[in-house]
């Protein structure tokens, strides 16, 4: 059921840029992170391994699974941005979602990678604003391949060693957005990459455990209690301490992730949920595209008004009517790149990685 957990994931990313609901896309980017952790880590120790030839099916298994979908959409934006903006100017969907204009960009643009600096920082420019996120797990990727995931002891080492790190790193970015430096101040304790091994660990070393648990059915109502608990913890206890909701969070991802883990008799859905994962991706790089291709429209079409209620600053809030069109065409997107580009090239990963062990 992963592949529905990831699907729920990529929407709560939406609901947060486009619903304008905070807080939800970040506890969302953390569970992805502690999810990445699970899974990167049972990959590498069930399938790869740790020598030369299964580390190189491991990249090109990563490389095939995100660029090729990544590229796609990079290039519908740049199409999108740059033929089409003196209709609608695209930095009201996002102040990032314009043309590339230095050279830094345009690496990360073709790259991914140079998007953050060590999960510091974001580009001024790129055609899928939330790829920063891909740019944070491949650097947890390669800490990963050289010591994260390589054992259980080692997983649990990094574990701790991120517990005791972020009080530090919380010091220093309360000191930082008192300073008035607050978008570095509060990507030290979430993108910041020792601040994403917190939830990453946490994931690596839940592998392990899960692994000497028994294979059961998990209670579907204690799952349910605990996607509630993060509702609140994002809805209430935010409102107080964002960094205390986030902390909060992660046993209850934790639990949702292994939980999810040990379902083996809803194979009837797996069909289902292997379409949904496949679509968490493009949701979650195309959405602010599928927004603007949709403002667009809306523009000449006259009923721009109907979707857009104001601008906050200098972006665009939707009505209620505007957000429910965006998420559904970003899930007729997403179903489109689905079934004829992810799908497709998980044949073409399985191929190559065959042939390279």
Avoid at 237 to 264: E, H, N, Q
Wanted: net charge positive; glycine share 6%.
């Amino acid at each position: 059921m992963f592949g529905t957990y990831r699907f729920i994931l990529a929407l709560l990313v939406v609901v947060t840029h486009i619903g304008n609901i905070e807080v939800i896309a970040g506890l969302a980017v953390w569970a992805f992170f502690m999810l990445s952790g699970f899974l990167i880590t049972g990959a590498l120790n069930t399938r790869y391994g740790f020598s030369a030839a299964g580390l190189q099916g491991f990249w090109a298994s990563r490389a095939l699974r995100l660029y090729p979908t990544y590229w796609v959409v990079a290039l519908v934006a740049f199409l999108a941005t740059a033929l089409l903006r003196h209709e609608v100017d695209p930095a009201f969907v996002n102040l990032a979602f314009r043309p590339m204009t230095e050279v830094r960009e345009w690496f990360s643009a073709l790259f991914i990678l140079g998007h953050t600096t060590v999960g510091l920082g974001r580009v001024e420019h790129a055609l899928s604003p939330p790829i920063w996120a891909v740019d944070v797990e491949l650097s947890l990727y390669l800490l990963s391949c050289l010591i994260v995931s390589r054992s259980r002891k080692i997983a649990r080492y990094t574990m701790l060693l991120s517990i005791l790190l972020f009080p530090l790193l919380w010091v220093v970015a309360k000191k930082l957005i008192g300073a008035g430096d607050i978008d570095t101040g509060g990507q030290l304790i979430y993108s910041f990459i020792p601040a994403a091994m917190l939830p990453y660990s946490i994931g690596a070393y839940l592998f392990f455990v899960a692994g000497d648990q028994a294979d059961k059915r998990p209670s579907v109502m204690k799952m349910f209690f605990a996607s509630m608990l993060v509702a609140v913890l994002a809805l209430l206890i935010s409102r107080y301490s964002v960094t205390a909701a986030y902390i909060l969070s992660l046993p209850v991802f934790g639990y949702l992730t292994v939980s999810l883990s040990k379902v083996r008799s809803w194979s009837r859905f797996k069909r289902i949920d292997d379409i949904l994962g496949h679509m968490s991706y493009p949701i979650y790089l195309a959405h602010y595209l599928c927004a603007y291709i949709v403002v667009l429209v809306a523009s000449r079409l006259g009923f721009q008004s109907l979707l857009i209620d104001s601008k906050d600053g200098f972006m665009f809030e939707y009505t209620l009517l505007g957000f429910f069109i965006i998420t559904i065409f970003v899930i007729l997107f997403s179903v489109v790149m689905a079934l004829y580009l992810e799908r497709p090239m998980e044949k073409v990963r399985h191929e190559v990685v065959k042939r390279l062990l």
